[in-house]
Nanobody, 115 residues
């Protein structure tokens, strides 16, 4: 059983930055694509950024140019650097494999952007 623990969320003003971290209980990053997902109140969970096992990245149009996903396999950690935050980025952010695995969902970390 793998546990994923997200951290780094908080309250930030529009235009600000946050860096999220996701630590896995064992090394899965070198064999799986990882992603950051988010779920805003009343909306479905959406995938916003992906990093493949080969290091390629992909982003949702809504965050492209503002968010950067990266990983450190030695630390079993995936990061999401979020810049130029907007109120519409307010959500709970989760990491998981891509495609996601039901048993890997953690508690997430809340990001709130005030306008």
């Amino acid at each position: 059983q793998v546990q994923l623990v997200e951290s780094g969320g908080g309250l930030v003003q529009a235009g600000g930055s946050l860096r999220l971290s996701c630590v896995a209980s064992r090394n899965i990053f070198s064999i799986k694509s990882m992603g950051w997902y988010r779920q805003a109140p009343g909306k479905q969970r959406e995938l916003v950024a992906t990093v493949t096992w080969g290091g390629a990245t992909n982003y949702a149009d809504s965050v492209k140019g503002r968010f950067t996903i990266s990983r450190d396999n030695a630390k079993n950690t995936v990061y999401l650097q979020m810049n130029s935050l907007k109120s519409e980025d307010t959500a709970v952010y989760y990491c998981n494999t891509v495609p996601s695995l039901k048993n890997y969902w953690g508690q997430g970390t809340q990001v709130t952007v005030s306008s």
